[in-house]
């Protein structure tokens, strides 16, 4: 008897639970990303009757019953005050959210405060950290890169949950989990760093720009100053030393 695919049951899992919050699923798409045969897939999903699975959450207004969320506060309808201004309830990661220069701490204000703003500066500052993601990211490719090629990593973890008597409180009745293979890893890494190198790529262009308008502006410089010169017959000698009444002839080569 064949031996049952891991895939499975990790395909079903992931089926019913993307059901379960309403998402409509793309079955070939599904197959690509699990790597297996969609005739293969349609099977597993037929036998196993994925479907009689999937139990829509019901949605429900407010928090679960006992929940004191919202004590003392207001909402848009005035029934609560709400929260307080500038509160961070819904900050996650940080990325998105509005900064208020008066509540960051000493670090976080040395940090801005070291930030450089000169151009060139900043696109230097920048090139040191893209080029640290960059080694971060080829290190983490190679890592998944040796491990053997039905490794699996856990990339969500769903656990449904019921109230508990009533109480605030709940108890788990079902977890479901998904996974993704090493090869699947290494293209999303792979997909984060060709636009890591992209930005690379712009920065050494935009450096290499700043340096050759640098040395033209050189060069006019030079040009004028010679072309002072041979106008005036004034010479400026350095700070320090000395300037002779009687320059004498001074034999100029004609600049062009």
């Keep these: ?133 960059e080694n971060k990211i080829l290190l983490k490719i190679a890592e998944y890169e040796d491990q053997p090629e039905d490794s699996l990593y856990v990339s969500s973890v769903l656990d449904m949950r019921e109230p508990r008597g009533g109480q605030d409180g709940v108890k788990q009745t079902m977890g479901m989990y998904t996974k993704d293979s090493a090869f699947s890893r290494v293209l999303k890494l792979q997909e984060a760093l060709y636009k890591i190198q992209g930005r690379i790529a712009k920065i050494t262009d935009s450096l290499r720009m700043m340096e050759e308008f640098g040395a033209k502006i050189e060069l006019e410089r030079e040009r004028l100053e010679i072309l002072r010169v041979r106008a005036t017959g004034m010479v400026d000698a350095p700070d320090g030393e000395d300037k002779p009444d009687d320059l004498g002839e001074i034999e100029i080569e004609d600049v062009k």
């Design 1 to 133: 008897m064949p031996k049952r695919s891991e895939k499975r049951d990790t395909a079903k899992a992931e089926y019913v639970e993307r059901r379960s919050r309403g998402e409509k699923i793309n079955l070939r798409e599904f197959a690509d990303k699990l790597g297996v045969n969609y005739k293969t897939l349609r099977d597993w999903k037929r036998i196993d009757e994925w479907d009689k699975d999937v139990q829509p959450q019901k949605k429900k207004r407010g928090g679960q019953p006992g929940n004191k969320n919202s004590a003392g506060k207001k909402n848009a309808a005035g029934s609560h005050p709400g929260a307080p201004r500038r509160n961070k309830n819904a900050e996650k990661d940080g990325a998105y959210s509005t900064v208020f220069f008066d509540t960051l701490t000493d670090e976080e204000k040395e940090l801005i405060e070291q930030t450089p703003l000169e151009s060139k500066a900043a696109l230097e500052h920048e090139m040191k950290i893209l080029k640290f993601r």
